[in-house]
């Protein structure tokens, strides 16, 4: 039971070079999250989704794009990369919709060049 | 958005010592929540808080819901090294779910033995 699990763990990209970050979980939650950290900073809410098919926006979606085709799998892809997305991304999931009770991953290191 | 203040930014302390930390906001929350993140992993959620007021133990932690709604506290008693790491809190406002968090920007604790 691995929770949630994140890949790659390190990338460097170029400006306008584009990735999915991958995130799957085995926990059967209906609830999953990207967040992304930036030294000194809080984590901020790129996308959410609440099940298979439904996905929202949460505080920073511009640049990036997700899907939801199935429970386990909630991919966030960056299209042109930016050397503002350089960041720690987190996948984090939650069983209660209102709780902020988040399971988070170990998190994805981006660095845009 | 919102904006959540967390105090102290960072704190240098002795093994043994007690640590007080507390995040303040400009509007009231539903929920406060205090996450604790060590070096190369995702954050771990370490004590939830609903209601105005209340008072949480969790083994040596203790976290508090300010009466106002606008503040909450962590408290670490006789610190160890294992404490080290950037605790940060979060808060949900009325209106929000789906793990919409607003996150401090964390505070940096360095425990010498």
């Known amino acids: 039971n691995a929770g949630v699990t994140q890949t790659p763990k390190f990338r460097i990209l170029k400006i306008g070079q584009s990735m999915t970050l991958q995130c799957t979980q085995d926990?059967?939650?209906?609830?999953m999250y990207w967040y992304r950290q930036d030294p000194g900073m809080g984590l901020k809410l790129i996308y959410y989704s609440v099940g298979a098919g439904i996905t929202d926006k949460g505080e920073v979606p511009n640049g990036y794009n997700v899907s939801r085709s199935t429970t386990e799998d909630f991919p966030l892809r960056l299209e042109l990369a930016a050397p503002s997305q350089t960041s720690v991304y987190f996948c984090?999931?939650?069983?209660?919709?209102?709780?902020?009770?988040?399971?988070f991953g170990e998190g994805s290191r981006l660095t845009v060049l | 958005g919102q904006q959540l203040n967390q105090s102290p930014q960072s704190m240098f302390i002795q093994e043994g010592e007690d640590v007080s930390m507390n995040c303040t906001s400009s509007?009231?929350?539903?929920?406060w929540l205090w996450y604790k993140q060590d070096p190369g992993e995702g954050p771990v959620l370490l004590i939830a808080l609903y209601k105005a007021g209340e008072l949480t133990s969790n083994g040596r932690l203790t976290a508090q819901f300010g009466i106002t709604r606008k503040d909450s506290f962590l408290n670490i008693s006789a610190s160890i090294p294992s404490d080290v790491g950037i605790y940060f809190c979060?808060?949900?406002?009325?209106?929000?779910?789906?793990?919409?968090?607003?996150f401090g920007q964390g505070t940096i604790l360095t425990v010498h033995p």
């Open positions: 509007s009231i929350f539903n929920t």
């Open positions: 926990m059967n939650h209906n609830y």
């Open positions: 984090a999931i939650s069983e209660e919709m209102n709780t902020g009770e988040l399971f």
């Open positions: 979060a808060g949900r406002e009325p209106g929000t779910s789906y793990g919409k968090l607003t």
